[in-house]
RNA sequence: CGGAGUGUAGCGCAGCCCGGUUAGCGCGCCACGUUCGGGACGUGGAGGCCGGAGGUUCGAAUCCUCUCACUCCGACCA
């Protein structure tokens, strides 16, 4: 850990802020690879439980994992047109198979000897992969539909990355199915961004806005782009999640074909959603303070944490003895305990410390403690403390961690509705960019040229329109012609 | 790819303009003692090819040339 003790403030250097903390919390670091991060142990932690939680959604919908090459032919990339468009740019390409030592000694060199015949691509996304093979796994209707995902990890060779946020090498789950109607593929999209939708709700704790993204913002190769965005303290939006509707795109591009219950043959239906380590960037900005990380407890490595307090060894001894027994029972109600027995630091050093960690609960034990049958619990949200009967704990935890993330998901859904804006023109829509921030929800006449003018002009983009948005009769904020319903921009992550 | 920075101890930095004993400071680290209910204190100690290569010079962290890397701000994007 570094020396500075305190973080940057939110309100004076956000993105310093941001990075502080992802460093200092023991999440990640940049490594010396450009653009790359080391995702570190507490760090890696949280994403294990955010991955296994999702696991259990997917496989709960009917889902199954599986596992595609990571190097994609050139040729397979460039099958579907729009597709390659959207990702040509930002692909890392393995031209050689082979090193040597240098003619002059001087280290090793590609041996110009072993150039591939086709070069390969570090996967973007694997659609096109995946799509090859689904060919083949599919004949008959009663092949349908086919439903999985992959846990991987994936490249694109971003100019400018940030921890988290957008990285060189990211991981990150894809759902990539099969249908045998574009029914029947809708609704396998809408379903999978309910599924996020739940998961950054329920485990999160981070209120999310379920919509459609516009022909512009659309994923490469998809008819419809479905998104969940959620909004960060400083006022800019982040997309948290996607799942797209495919049509019949790739089963065009890779001819993946199938024969229905009446013997014709039909092009199949697909859909792909996808969300990364990403949601780490999410997460740690929708609680965090000023003091550090605020994790929710459903992903918290550590839910609670036991701090002994004492002078002598025998209160060491006996304040640990009465800790260890509080850990054993909490963690029979399966709840994460860390007893913080180290007697190589004070316990003001270690309430620093598991607040800068984001621990949700900490249990406070000293000989007055004992003495009265009492624990001090302390909550990380709010900073408040109480004195407890030692009794009580066990009834205590598991409701205050359920409070805990009742509360963080309140809090930051009253922070999301208060920085939602109706703005009827341009000018105002200007001002709340640059004043207030957030989501601005206002008219649009539906036209590409518009958003990109819009989008030049402030940097605001359309995150998307919401799934169940009121239809109301207005004007574009831009060219006054007639609308039928708000959209939501924001500057975005 | 444009702009701005930064590379000196594990981390954060000073020193560089104006070349000159042994390259400093804070934190961290190690030892011992006192401490321990909100980031303790004292004493002692360890730790450096000053990003790399070349040059100028009696002498380079410092001046010159070249190079490599990373960070931040833009354009691009999950």
């Not at 996967?123 to 086919?146: A, F, G, H, K, M």
């Not at 900005?285 to 550590?302: E, F, Q, R």
């Not at 949200?381 to 805990?404: A, Q």
Request: proline residues 4%; neutral net charge.
């Amino acid at each position: 850990m570094s020396n500075n003790k305190a973080l940057p403030k939110r309100s004076e250097d956000y993105s310093g802020w941001y990075n502080e903390l992802v460093k200092k919390a023991d999440l990640a670091e940049h490594s010396s690879i450009k653009g790359c991060m080391v995702i570190k142990p507490y760090g890696f932690t949280v994403w294990e439980k955010m991955r296994d939680t999702l696991d259990k959604m997917f496989k709960d919908t009917g889902h199954v994992n599986a596992y595609f090459p990571l190097f994609i032919p050139k040729s397979y990339l460039s099958k579907e047109a729009s597709h390659v468009e959207g990702f040509a740019k930002e692909c890392a390409v393995v031209t050689h198979y082979r090193l040597k030592n240098a003619p002059d000694g001087s280290g090793v060199i590609v041996d110009p000897e072993a150039k591939l015949e086709e070069e390969l691509i570090v996967r973007p996304t694997s659609e096109t992969v995946i799509w090859n093979t689904y060919r083949n796994w599919i004949q008959s209707y009663r092949d349908l539909p086919l439903l999985i995902n992959q846990w991987a990890n994936v490249v694109r060779w971003e100019m400018r990355t940030r921890l988290f946020l957008r990285t060189a090498e990211f991981l990150w789950q894809e759902g990539h199915t099969a249908h045998a109607t574009a029914q029947e593929a809708v609704e396998e999209t809408v379903q999978m961004l309910n599924v996020y939708a739940e998961f950054a709700e329920k485990h999160m704790a981070m209120p999310v806005i379920k919509g459609v993204k516009t022909a512009n913002e659309r994923f490469a190769g998809a008819v419809d782009t479905y998104c969940i965005e959620a909004l960060m303290q400083d006022g800019k939006a982040l997309q948290a999640g996607t799942s797209h509707f495919l049509g019949q795109n790739f089963a065009k591009a890779f001819d993946v074909r199938f024969t229905t219950k009446e013997g014709k043959q039909d092009l199949v239906w697909g859909t792909s959603w996808g969300v990364s380590t990403r949601l780490m960037g999410a997460l740690i900005m929708a609680h965090s303070d000023d003091d550090g990380l605020v994790l929710p407890p459903n992903l918290a490595p550590i839910q609670v944490v036991i701090v002994p307090i004492y002078r002598s060894d025998e209160e060491m001894n006996a304040v640990n003895a009465k800790a260890a027994e509080i850990a054993q029972q909490l963690r029979k109600a399966s709840i994460s305990v860390k007893h913080d027995s180290r007697d190589t630091h004070k316990p003001g050093f270690k309430f620093a410390e598991w607040e800068l960690k984001g621990v949700p609960l900490r249990i406070a034990i000293g000989p007055k403690d004992l003495e009265n049958n009492t624990v001090e619990v302390a909550r990380r949200d709010t900073k408040t403390k109480e004195i407890i009967g030692m009794n009580s704990i066990y009834d205590y935890v598991p409701k205050m961690l359920d409070t805990i993330h009742d509360s963080i998901y309140q809090r930051a859904k009253n922070f999301r509705d208060s920085m939602i804006t109706r703005v009827d023109s341009y000018e105002e829509f200007k001002q709340v960019l640059d004043t207030k921030g957030g989501f601005i929800s206002a008219h649009w006449d539906g036209t590409g040229e518009t958003e990109e003018r819009i989008k030049a002009e402030t940097k605001a983009t359309i995150r998307c329109i919401p799934l169940d948005n009121p239809q109301e009769e207005g004007k574009c904020i831009l060219t006054g012609k007639p609308s039928k319903e708000r959209v939501l921009f924001a500057r975005a992550y």
